[in-house]
């Protein structure tokens, strides 16, 4: 969300109530980005840790739990350090890593995999988490991003509360960019912790998802991508 509202007509106050009909016209086309307030940077990370850990404490409190005990006592503290610097730092786009492309003209057309991408990220709704593996490849056109690089994105958009579709779609859509290609492929296959550790608690399923864009739309295309990985069932 880059804050700006052509018509008005979304209240500032309900910033995170926004939805598909407030936003208007220009922003159809970013559906997929992470719903944010827009004043979502005014305040600093570290005022951001201290008004979590007062809460956190709160909510521990409420719950009944002695903060005096000795190993219950930083519990606050260390939670609200580690959403803002850890599982929650890719909201900030100060944290997303710089492109370094390097032109590689030999590399032109051809498809670059690379797969079993380990990510973590945590569900929206319940804030537990997703886990598992993701794949991407993109046909070059001519620019080509170092392997490491294609990692850090997939961890940069994991690390927001996330539904796996979009973070899915967030990642492909970044690397087209970052690429200038309009062919990428992602798949992220994951397990999620609100299915498996409560609600139904079913412990083996994993969930699927995938972003097709350019000539990975192309049967043939897809299915090479998707030998690579193991997954051309
Ligand atoms: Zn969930």
């Given at each position: 969300?880059?804050?700006?509202?052509?018509?008005?007509?979304?209240?500032?106050?309900?910033?995170?109530?926004?939805?598909?009909?407030?936003?208007?016209?220009?922003?159809?086309?970013?559906?997929?980005?992470?719903?944010?307030?827009?004043?979502?940077?005014?305040?600093?990370?570290?005022?951001?840790?201290?008004?979590?850990?007062?809460?956190?404490?709160?909510?521990?409190?409420?719950?009944?739990?002695?903060?005096?005990?000795?190993?219950?006592?930083?519990?606050?503290?260390?939670?609200?350090?580690?959403?803002?610097?850890?599982?929650?730092?890719?909201?900030?786009?100060?944290?997303?890593?710089?492109?370094?492309?390097?032109?590689?003209?030999?590399?032109?057309?051809?498809?670059?995999?690379?797969?079993?991408i380990t990510f973590f990220s945590?569900?929206?709704?319940?804030?537990?988490?997703?886990?598992?593996?993701?794949?991407?490849?993109?046909?070059?056109?001519?620019?080509?991003?170092?392997?490491?690089?294609?990692?850090?994105?997939?961890?940069?958009?994991?690390?927001?509360?996330?539904?796996?579709?979009?973070?899915?779609?967030?990642?492909?859509?970044?690397?087209?960019?970052?690429?200038?290609?309009?062919?990428?492929?992602?798949?992220?296959?994951?397990?999620?912790?609100?299915?498996?550790?409560?609600?139904?608690?079913?412990?083996?399923?994993?969930?699927?998802?995938?972003?097709?864009?350019?000539?990975?739309q192309e049967e043939a295309t897809?299915?090479?991508?998707?030998?690579?990985?193991?997954m051309n069932k």
């Amino acid at each position: 969300m880059n804050g700006k509202h052509k018509n008005g007509v979304h209240n500032h106050k309900n910033n995170d109530k926004m939805n598909m009909e407030e936003m208007g016209d220009e922003h159809v086309a970013s559906s997929y980005e992470t719903p944010l307030r827009e004043d979502a940077f005014e305040v600093s990370d570290d005022t951001k840790i201290k008004l979590i850990e007062e809460r956190f404490r709160e909510i521990m409190e409420i719950m009944g739990l002695d903060l005096s005990d000795d190993s219950l006592n930083g519990t606050p503290h260390r939670v609200a350090k580690m959403y803002i610097k850890e599982i929650f730092s890719g909201l900030n786009p100060a944290n997303k890593p710089a492109p370094t492309l390097f032109e590689n003209v030999y590399k032109y057309n051809e498809m670059l995999v690379e797969k079993d991408i380990t990510f973590f990220s945590n569900c929206e709704h319940h804030f537990v988490p997703i886990y598992g593996k993701a794949h991407v490849a993109y046909i070059s056109s001519g620019k080509v991003i170092g392997l490491s690089k294609i990692n850090r994105i997939v961890q940069y958009f994991s690390r927001r509360p996330q539904v796996q579709e979009r973070l899915t779609i967030q990642i492909g859509k970044e690397l087209e960019k970052m690429l200038d290609t309009g062919s990428v492929a992602v798949v992220m296959d994951a397990a999620h912790m609100c299915v498996s550790s409560r609600g139904i608690q079913d412990t083996n399923s994993t969930t699927v998802t995938s972003y097709y864009s350019g000539k990975f739309q192309e049967e043939a295309t897809r299915n090479e991508f998707l030998k690579y990985i193991g997954m051309n069932k």
